[in-house]
Structures are given as structure tokens and as C-alpha cells.
């Protein structure tokens, strides 16, 4: 990186003090008096850098330390060791200077005016975050362009549907313009349109201010689509820091390839094909499944078998009408890494301890 | 310094903002305002008139009746004040640490005691205010009281002081939802001590006079401030430290909300 990170993070924990509750009104009452505590590292030792204009998924089971790791980035928790900067600030140091020049949505709850319309929060966050009639007016123009917001904007939040609420929590959070934008779950719950006006939404944004996301999502399509770096975070742990493309090169284990026969008249010919591939050299690193009664999907490791190879058994085996060859889905990939997989590569995670 | 005054008036100007777009939020909700404003009329309705009953039957040794309806008329001046602002203080607790809208205020650039203060207000609780003053008036009337302009504004005062005073008892008993996790809160029995200040403190046991004064102070709210106006000869000197008094309180609490909030940041609960 030649310029200097817009976000550093280094050395970042945060560890929280719970205890166990006893179940029952006794037990309450034990609670009361006596806890036993136990110290979860919610985040351990995370280092990461970001730039300007960058967008970053960052993904991980729940519970992993997401949340916790936003929170620090945005001011709300103070961090147990390790040092934030971001845009200049130390965020919970400096936290109503700092949070002006952020953007925030959290998925699962909004930050409009709950039963008033919605033009009336806009207007209201305009006057908290100082800006200009112009700029609100220019940036109104914008953000209905992209995310059609002109139909609503008269409607009370809770008349709305989740999928406009988020759009209008999203216009909340850049009506002043912030240089960084945190995101957590932007796409949840929504349906496909929904998820897709958010997604042309973030990289207009992205283009046009350069504005450095960092997202949260459970939905691999919102980094396959946006981002081309990802951590991922297992256990308050980073397991993965670097380009999407590259964590897939390395593990992608499997292909499978989705072949529909031309009519039922082909069963004998596939069973034939079934039992062929039995003896197939790389035993064990393919297999077929039929999914209905003229779809197949084989699956096989890439590594041993070319695809090119397979499909030329399969054309001179069974007649075909249609071919789909697809990569392992990203989901799973990540599944085997939060398994203890070696994702390997990406930026090494410095093991630097005060 | 100079940075603390241009944030003083940023929040100053942005508290219209904030009132007014409560009042939308009320405005949409017609009929549900005028239940509550009606409900609250009505009790203070009961109030007055058990208060009446009770002074016809009991004699307040020293005090006439009229000054004690000055007393009781200025006592919902603070009261009213108190009641439109202390929304939010019960409710913090269970809407803003335990659901977590406590999250959204800090990632706005605004101090945290001030949205939480000013996101609603029990506006009917301004009907307070206004039986307060009419009572207030009817009873100087037959006191054959002269309201010369220093009491007026020394009225505005002591009724303002009074309603911080409230506000900071509550307040700081709404900072213990930052380290104790409960959906009621602290505040009830507080609550009932609240009437004590339509009495005469006089009439007490020096105990609860010393409670009411120097520990709860809500003697400074109501009592000590209409003694001065009444121009009654006890406790004259006391007025004096209402502004203190409220200062102190106020500091206090505000206090506690820092180290509350330090405690919010590092566990996020």
C-alpha cells in the first residue's frame, strides 16, 4: 500500500467478563450473591489495515467476533488491549468528533424515527450532522436515483417493508457524505431484488465518493459480488485476510458438472455410465447423484480430473441436451476453514505481541 | 472553553429539533395523546381535590390555608417540568441498554445524556406547569401577594432549579441500569417521596427533614423555594442554595452517567 491505511487495526482484543447463570428463581437468587466467571475473548489479537475506497466482507460463523470487532471500529466498545485508527481518530477516545465522519447500519435495527415519515428523519439527521441544504438536496437526488426512494419517503418507517426500511437506513447513514461506511448484515432478510438495489447502491457509493466499506454478511453473493478482499474471523481469531480470488484458487477442492439427458430412453445408457465410472482411475474423487429423473450433477475433485476429460465420457456415453459446470459454492469452502481447514496465503496474520 | 460554549448552543438549538420531532411522532398518534393528557388531567384533578379534603380536616399549625395551596400549586411547577422530560430515564434501562438502541446514540454525534434526555417527552405533562401557575396565582391573590417582576423571574428560577433537582435524583438512579440489569428500575419508591415536597417540611420529623434536604434534596424543589416567596420567616436563607443545590444534584448525576457509560464501553451490556 503506498498511501497510508485509512483503517489500522493492530494487536486487537477485546475480552468479556461473563458468568454463568444458574437456571430457576434459586438459582437467581444464587446469581445474586455468587458468580463464577469465566473470560470469553470475544476478539484475540487482530491485525488488519484498509484503504481508501477499499470494500472488505468481513465474514465468520455468529458469534465468531463481528460484531464486536464493528463495535470497536465505530467507538461503541473500548477495546481490551491493541490499538484502532481510523480515519485519523482513536474511535472511542474521540467518539462524537469520530462518529461524524462515519456511516453505520446495522441490519437488525434501524435508526430512523419509528412512526413518522421517513423525510422527517432525514431531515432531522441533516440538522445533528450539520449539513448544508445543498449537499442534502444533491445527495437526496442521488440516493433516489439508485435506491428509488422518492415513493416512500412520505411513509411512516414502520409502514414499511424491510427491504425499503434498509434502503432508507442506508441513505441515513451517507447523508453526510462519511468517508467510511460500516455495514452489519446490510442484506439480511431481504429478498433478491431487495439485496440487489443495495448492492448497485454500495458501489455507486463506492465509485462516485469513495467511500471505504467494510461489510458484515452471512450472504457469500454480497462479497462474491462486492468485494474483492475478505477476512474471515472464526473464534475471535483471523483465520483469512486477502483477495476473494485467491482463496478460492487455493481451496477450491471441487467442481461439479449438472447434465440433463435428452429423454427418458437414456436410463439403461446412464446406469452403464454409472457403473464405468466406478473403475475410473481417481477412484473416489468423483461421484454421480441423480437429482430427478433426466437432471445429473457429478462431483469431482479438480485436482485428479480434468473437466474437459469428463465431459467427453459423458457425450459418448448418454445423449445430452444441456451442461452446467459450476465450482464448489463458496459456502462451502468457508465451512471447511471455520472447520479447521488452512485457508493458507492472504496477507500473513503477524503474530507481533507487545 | 470556547470549544464547550459552540457545543452547548449545537445542542441548544438542536433540543427545538429534537422537541419538535417528538411532537410529530405524538401528533400521529391523536386520539393516544388525548387519552394521555386527559388520564393526566384527571390526576391531577384527584390530587387537588384530596388535597382539599385533607385541608379542611386537618390543621396545619403556622400555616394558612391559601399559602398551603401556594405551596402545593408551586410544587407542580417542577413537577411538570420533571414529568415532561423524565421519559426516557424509565424506560432506559429495558428499551436502551437490554434491547440495545443505546448502540445507535453513541454513533451520533451528539452527547449521549442529551438524546437519551431529549429523544421523547411527556408532552401533557405540560398541564402541570399551567394548573400549577393558576393555583399559584389564586392563592397569592388571597394572600393579597404583590408580584413584583424579581419574583416572577425568581419563580421562572426556583421552578426550573426544582425541575433539575427531579430530573438529577432520577437521572442518577437511572445510571445504575448501566451495571444492574433490571426492567423496572430504582425509581418507584423515589417516586412516592416526590409527594412529600406538597407539604410543609416543617411538619416532619427532623429525620426525614435531613433526608428530604441534604440526601434526596426535593425540599429544595419545592418547600425551601415557596417559603421565599411566600416571604414566610423560617428557612429564609435556604432559597439561596436552591441553584446550588440543583447544580450539585445535577453533577452528580451527570457524573455517575460518565462513569456508567465508561463501564457501557467495556462490556457492551
Redesign the interface.
Known sequence: MSSAPLISVKNLSKHFRTFKRREGILGGLVNLFHRDYQTLKAVENVNFEIAQGEMVGYIGPNGAGKSTTIKMLTGILVPTSGEIFSNGFVPFRQRADYVKTIGVVFGQRTQLWWDIAVIESFKLLRRIYDVSQRDFDARMELFDQVLALRDFLHTPVRKLSLGQRMRCDLAAALLHNPPILFLDEPTIGLDVVAKDHIRQFLKVINAQYKTTILLTTHDLDDIEELCRRIMIIDRGTLLFDGPLAGLKERLLRTKQIKFILRDGEQAPRLAAFEKSLAAYPANGALRLERLDELTCRIIFDRKLISSADLIRQILAAVEVRDFLIEDEPIEEIIKRIYAGEDPGGGIPVPAAQP | MRNFFSQFRRHAL?LG??FA?YT??RV??RGDFFVALFTSLSGTVFQFFFYWFLLKRVDFPHWRKEELFFLWGFALIPFGVFNVLSLNLYEFGSIYIME??F??V??????SLFQVLFESFRIESLHEVVTGLVILIWASRHLGYHWTLLDVALLAFFGLCGGVIYISVFLFLTTFSFWFEDRIGLHPPFWNLLAFGRYPLSIYSSYIRFLLSWIIPFGFATFYPSVRLLGRPEFRSYAALVPLVAAASFAVAAFSWRIGL?RY????S
Open positions: 438542536l429539533d429534537y420531532q410529530k411522532v400521529s398518534y440495545g438502541k448502540d445507535r453513541l454513533l451520533r454525534p451528539l452527547s465508561r464501553s467495556s462490556t457492551g
